[in-house]
């Protein structure tokens, strides 16, 4: 019976200023001996709290850290209780919001590229071929990534080599089409020559998938262990974190990054372009702006060339310093949904796509015959823009330039029409 008993001890305080609500903060001092943090771990100090049903847990309300190093971290609290520095790590949440955004990416790219190919009325022009090279390369990449860890548990070493080699090919393509695609608005809205070029998705299609290619294969000629396994974190005794990719640095900043930038640039450059010929016909003819266009329209139209750029890749410059844990999360969050994002914006906004939805796919009340009124009505206002478009561009410099000299071959007016239907591809439709 005495065994069973339970002990419970009282502990009396004289005073009471010690459990004031609004009791003078105090400092504590603690070592980081034990601890190792990382650049997406934070110091968090913390009081310990009971509950009534037992148990209990860490609370940081009413402490903070005043001061943190890599020796000491110093907190301030309000309170008496228990206290502890607890290392927050970020990088199980980056992992989680990486493959979820991976999956969704990869069933809506696979959406996107069947509803392209099933409708050849929606494959005519040369932006939409370029956005299925976009998506067929996007697909490939995401899921590579998806099955990278997987593959990684298997002891051969080819396998993990051959993993690493497709995920950085893909990669790169993935960059490349994005800046084809930059290449193709600054050829059809700036110099207006794209109509008239010989092969031209044969060219692109040798440059998407050629010039990655080569990079590659340079890299795992110069040495096949540039590509392997690749243990990333510093906690050994957690769950695994192995991971097929490059592992030499000089690679990766070579075959990676300062090929991203170079690809960055130019979508940037292209980017910044197009923003500047939309302002100027706004500018120049206020009067032939559609009345049902306004600012969310716009702002629709700059968020769909961002993702189809890839610029948004470009959250990884600001990722270093104090900056480092919001841009990796927006870095993260964003690449990981951009074929989600190419699907939203190229695909279920569009007025062409959801006819041919309509028309061919849906039953009873939603479905749309093919020579429908609505159908009929859609197609006669995208002309009429197009000819409004043509007309008003007419004092544009850029463009009456690039008519006179392609005029031995083809009539300014085409020309015009040209540059202005590019850039009503790209920010109308």
């Not at 402490?63 to 228990?82: G, P, Q, R």
């Not at 992992?95 to 099933?118: D, E, K, M, W």
């Not at 990766?252 to 292209?270: E, H, N, P, R, T």
Request: aromatic letters at 14%; a positive charge; proline letters at 3%.
């Amino acid at each position: 019976e005495q065994q069973q008993a339970s002990r419970v001890q009282f502990t009396f305080y004289t005073t009471s200023s010690l459990f004031q609500v609004h009791a003078k903060s105090f400092q504590m001092k603690y070592s980081n001996e034990n601890m190792i943090p990382t650049q997406t771990s934070v110091v968090l100090c913390a009081s310990h709290f009971m509950l009534y049903s037992g148990g209990g847990g860490w609370n940081p309300d009413g402490c903070f850290a005043v001061n943190a190093t890599e020796e000491y971290t110093t907190c301030s609290c309000n309170h008496l209780t228990s206290f502890a520095i607890l290392l927050v790590s970020h990088a199980l949440i980056l992992t989680y919001i990486t493959y979820i955004g991976c999956g969704i990416s990869a069933i809506f790219l696979a959406v996107t590229l069947l509803t392209y190919i099933s409708f050849q009325k929606l494959l005519r022009d040369i932006p939409s071929k370029i956005l299925v090279q976009l998506c067929l390369s996007l697909l490939f990449l995401n899921l590579i990534f998806l099955l990278d860890s997987w593959l990684a548990l298997y002891p051969a070493t080819g396998l993990c080599i051959s993993t690493a080699f497709f995920l950085h090919y893909f990669l790169l393509t993935s960059f490349t089409w994005a800046g084809l695609e930059a290449l193709h608005m600054y050829l059809s809205i700036v110099q207006v020559f794209t109509p008239y070029l010989s092969r031209y998705m044969l060219k692109f299609s040798l440059m998407g998938w050629g010039l990655p290619l080569i990079v590659v294969i340079i890299i795992i000629a110069v040495d096949k262990d540039n590509y392997g396994l690749v243990t990333y974190g510093k906690y050994t005794d957690g769950p695994s974190d192995d991971f097929c990719w490059l592992r030499n640095d000089i690679a990766f900043y070579v075959g990676v990054v300062a090929y991203f930038l170079l690809i960055f640039s130019l979508s940037l450059l292209v980017f910044i372009v197009v923003l500047v010929q939309l302002s100027r016909i706004k500018r120049q003819n206020p009067q032939n702006q559609s009345p049902n266009r306004g600012v969310m329209t716009d702002l629709r139209s700059i968020a769909g060339l961002i993702i189809l750029l890839g610029l948004t890749w470009g959250f990884a410059l600001f990722a270093w310093g104090p900056l480092y844990l919001p841009f990796i999360y927006l870095f993260s969050i964003f690449n990981s949904l951009q074929g989600f994002f190419i699907f939203v914006f190229h695909c279920a906004v569009k007025e062409n796509v959801r006819r041919q939805w309509r028309t061919y796919l849906c039953c009873g009340r939603l479905r749309l015959a093919e020579n429908s009124e609505w159908s009929r009505t859609a197609t006669h206002n995208r002309k009429v823009q197009s000819v409004t478009m043509a007309n008003s561009s007419v004092l544009n410099p850029a463009s009456r330039s690039s008519s006179i000299i392609s005029d031995g071959t083809n009539s300014s007016g085409k020309i015009i029409s040209s540059s202005l239907q590019g850039l009503a591809y790209y920010m109308w439709t």
